[in-house]
């Protein structure tokens, strides 16, 4: 019995220590910077067949707005947060947060960066490598998504 008991402890303890490495609220990594959020909402159309279309719709608002606009939809499939270019500097962004660069791409003049950090809890598999968000570097803006950005940017 004793050994199981220490088996519980140690669980326990692993978990205890896996979530206070996580970051509380991944939008904390953001708190530094202005910025607006396009938040994408699942659309629930149906095409003649009755056979539900994969549609979304993106709502976009200030970083004030965000939880309140999370409240009003039920359907939420994901958000990214963009920012000034000039004010969010990618490299020191990723130094000060411990992010790895899986790789990066250019993709029609973009700079796109695939990062992973073990505190991110949430990850997608790209190129078979774990990716926590995905960041877009254009001439006017900066886009990131946790763990991607869904449609286009």
């Known amino acids: 019995m004793r050994f ?3 088996v519980i402890i140690f669980a326990a303890a692993v978990l205890l220590f896996a979530a206070i490495f996580q970051f509380k609220d991944e939008r904390s990594l953001f708190d530094n910077y202005n910025y607006t959020v396009n938040i994408y909402v699942k659309n ?3 095409n003649t067949n009755g056979l539900e279309a994969g549609s979304f719709c993106i709502v976009t608002c200030t970083k004030t707005e965000e939880d309140s606009v999370l409240k009003s939809y039920p359907n939420v499939l994901g958000k990214s947060y963009k920012f000034n270019g000039i004010e969010f500097e990618i490299e020191r962004f990723i130094n000060e947060n411990n992010f790895i660069t899986q790789f990066s791409q250019e ?4 700079t796109v960066y695939y990062l992973y950090n ?3 809890s ?3 598999i790209v ?3 774990k990716v926590s ?3 877009v570097k254009t001439d006017d803006y900066v886009m990131a ?3 991607l950005i869904i449609g286009g940017f």
Not at 107 to 110: C, L, Q, S, V, Y
């Open 4 to 6: 199981f008991n220490k």
């Open 44 to 46: 629930k159309n149906k």
């Open 107 to 110: 993709i029609n003049g973009r």
């Open 118 to 120: 073990y505190k991110i």
């Open 122 to 124: 949430n990850f997608e």
């Open 127 to 129: 190129n078979n490598k």
């Open 133 to 135: 968000m995905q960041i």
């Open 145 to 147: 998504g946790l763990p």
